[in-house]
């Protein structure tokens, strides 16, 4: 079983369309992320979620909206996408109490 | 705010031998975690290491092994033995442990295993 797992991993679609990247992860893990890599392979932090709620938000356009329905699952909805959203995202998790920090494989978006 | 800097873009090495991937960071936090990540042609992000700032032993798993020199503000790691798998993207990362847990990457090294 994979432990975090994203869907899709290659995701292409065109300016100005609305596009979801989905996170789920069965290791009962209570806080997720979603960190972006750019081109230059830089990674970043976006957010992160403890428990479905909040806690980092870190400086991204409100064209991004994540949503945790529930511990298991932290999808990103991205509006009116734009060039420089193509990009590698990574959802990851981690347990209380610890601070390592579990990777999904990744999903390639390419807005054209 | 924390910074990690990788002042190694690419490095080479020979299968077999040792090589050192350098990792300076900047906290004025005094509790912190340090990780080492690496990053395949593949894509996906595999953990290799962890080091916590109050941890007086250096961190040890299998073939890696991190140099902790808390006075300098480095967190290098050390792969012996390298093997041709070995060659991938490698990245360190900070965490502060007293905080909302998010991790700040460094810009990463390449590393090419040769034969």
């Known amino acids: 079983d994979t432990a975090v797992s994203q869907t899709p991993k290659y995701l292409v679609t065109q300016m100005g369309n609305d596009k979801s990247i989905k996170c789920e992860q069965n290791l009962g893990h209570d806080t997720m992320y979603w960190y972006k890599q750019d081109s230059k392979k830089f990674l970043k932090i976006m957010f992160s979620y403890n428990n479905k709620e909040l806690i980092i938000n870190e400086t991204v356009p409100n064209r991004f909206s994540p949503k945790s329905p529930d511990k298991a699952h932290l999808n990103l909805h991205i509006n009116s996408l734009e060039l420089g959203d193509s990009a590698v995202y990574f959802c990851?998790?981690?347990?209380?109490?610890?601070?390592?920090?579990?990777f999904g494989p990744g999903t390639r978006l390419t807005v054209t | 705010a924390q910074k990690i800097t990788q002042t190694q873009p690419g490095m080479f090495v020979q299968e077999k031998e040792a090589v050192t991937l350098d990792c300076t960071y900047d906290t004025s936090d005094q509790s912190y975690g340090l990780f080492w990540y690496k990053q395949p042609s593949s894509g996906e992000m595999i953990f290799l290491i962890y080091?916590?700032?109050?941890?007086?032993q250096n961190a040890t798993e299998g073939r890696y092994s991190l140099n902790f020199q808390k006075a300098r503000k480095s967190a290098n790691l050390v792969i012996s033995a390298s093997q041709l798998g070995d060659s991938a993207m490698y990245f360190c990362?900070?965490?502060?442990?007293?905080?909302?847990?998010?991790?700040?990457f460094g810009t990463g090294t390449r590393l090419q295993v040769t034969l």
């Open positions: 080091q916590g700032s109050y941890d007086e």
């Open positions: 990851a998790t981690s347990k209380g109490g610890s601070y390592e920090q579990y």
């Open positions: 990362a900070m965490i502060l442990t007293g905080t909302a847990s998010k991790l700040t």
